[in-house]
T-cell receptor, first 115, second 111 residues
Framework: DTGVSQDPRHKITKRGQNVTFRCDPI?????LYWYRQTLGQGPEFLTY????????KSRLLSDRFSAERPKGSFSTLEIQRTEQGDSAMYLC?????????????FGPGTRLLVL | DAKTTQPNSMESNEEEPVHLPCNHS???????IHWYRQLPSQGPEYVIH???SNVNNRMASLAIAEDRKSSTLILHRATLRDAAVYYC????????????FGTGTSLTVIP
């Protein structure tokens, strides 16, 4: 168990550019979650996958955001035409499917700064 | 998921017990109570969870009120490494969706 990893850890980009983040979950976990966290706030849910299927998306996930999880392994989160309001920490988590008692394991996050 | 209410901040002296409260008056019968903490510049970390009975693990204890409308996370001896934001979260059984984190309680440990 090597934990959840995210890449890159930091990203600085100019407004209007596209960015892509990667998350590698714990290998036997079939659920993968993306959250966004701004300064002073708790993480906010963006979307989640069970295996390769994207089962839920938050209203926070505008049309500029897209997430994929090909083959049910790693996941990518892409933000197109970034805006300054997209500056945040993007967190990935994974878990086994369960009955509400399962633990989510979080990665270290990718900190995005849009100039 | 039902919502939780926590104090914004608390302080504790090092090596003393800490009781972090959480109110969840709209909890349903199938909601699990989870606690996570987040150290500065890190992702959230699991602490403990329970349904109805009190729970203990190596990190903490969770005391759940009989009516389940509140719970308390107990750190038995606070250390400087316990300084973090603590989140109390309700998670409905048989759903695959997100945790609702809220703003949590920022714990300061005083040496």
């Amino acid at each position: 168990d090597t934990g959840v990893s995210q890449d890159p850890r930091h990203k600085i980009t100019k407004r209007g550019q596209n960015v892509t983040f990667r998350c590698d979950p714990i290998s036997e976990h079939n659920r993968l979650y993306w959250y966004r966290q701004t300064l002073g706030q708790g993480p906010e849910f963006l979307t989640y996958f069970q295996n390769e299927a994207q089962l839920e998306k938050s209203r926070l996930l505008s049309d500029r955001f897209s997430a994929e999880r090909p083959k049910g392994s790693f996941s990518t989160l892409e933000i197109q035409r970034t805006e300054q309001g997209d500056s945040a920490m993007y967190l990935c988590a994974s878990s086994r499917a369960g009955n509400g008692a399962e633990t989510q394991y979080f990665g270290p996050g990718t900190r995005l700064l849009v100039l | 998921d039902a919502k939780t209410t926590q104090p914004n901040s608390m302080e504790s002296n090092e090596e003393e017990p800490v009781h972090l409260p959480c109110n969840h008056s709209t909890i349903s019968g199938t909601d699990y109570i989870h606690w996570y903490r987040q150290l500065p510049s890190q992702g959230p970390e699991y602490v403990i969870h329970g349904l109805t009975s009190n729970v203990n693990n190596r990190m903490a204890s969770l005391a759940i009120a009989e009516d389940r409308k509140s719970s308390t996370l107990i750190l038995h001896r606070a250390t400087l490494r316990d300084a973090a934001v603590y989140y109390c979260i309700l998670r409905e059984a048989n759903t695959g969706n997100q945790f609702y984190f809220g703003t949590g309680t920022s714990l300061t440990v005083i040496p």
